[in-house]
């Protein structure tokens, strides 16, 4: 299984972009996937799960401004982020795992694959 995040890039706060991870290979069935980022010098944390059955949860710093979606047929995770802010800044990774495994945006129950990252940055 290969994750391959794609979409990042430099923005002026206030701006938008588009975070993209194709899904390639096999994978958990049902599986959740989700959004994650590491700030220099900080830990990495949960921005976005979208669960197997559609259900989605959000760190509340993104909350009314981030978007997760999924496209099934062509196997792409999206990430929307609107109205962004410079702590927003971060590599920002996409994650699959068994559903039964996860909690939420809780990183311990995501161990399966990861994407290589991609890098926001927001001045």
């Known amino acids: 299984v290969q994750l391959v995040e794609s979409g990042g890039g430099s923005v002026q706060a206030g701006g938008s972009l588009r975070l993209s991870c194709v899904v390639s290979?096999?994978?958990?069935?049902?599986?959740?996937m989700g959004w994650f980022r590491q700030a220099p010098g900080k830990e990495r944390e949960g921005v976005a799960v979208?669960?197997?059955?559609?259900?989605?949860t959000y760190a509340d710093s993104v909350k009314g401004r981030f978007t997760i979606s999924k496209d099934n047929t062509a196997n792409i995770l999206y990430l929307q982020m609107n109205n962004l802010k410079p702590e927003d800044t971060a590599m920002y990774y996409c994650?699959?795992?068994?559903?039964?495994?996860?909690?939420?945006?809780?990183?311990?129950?995501?161990?399966?694959?990861w994407g290589q990252g991609t890098q926001v940055t927001v001045s």
């Open positions: 994650a699959s795992e068994r559903c039964a495994a996860v909690t939420g945006l809780d990183l311990q129950g995501w161990q399966g694959y």
């Open positions: 290979g096999s994978t958990y069935r049902p599986y959740c």
């Open positions: 979208e669960e197997g059955d559609g259900t989605t």
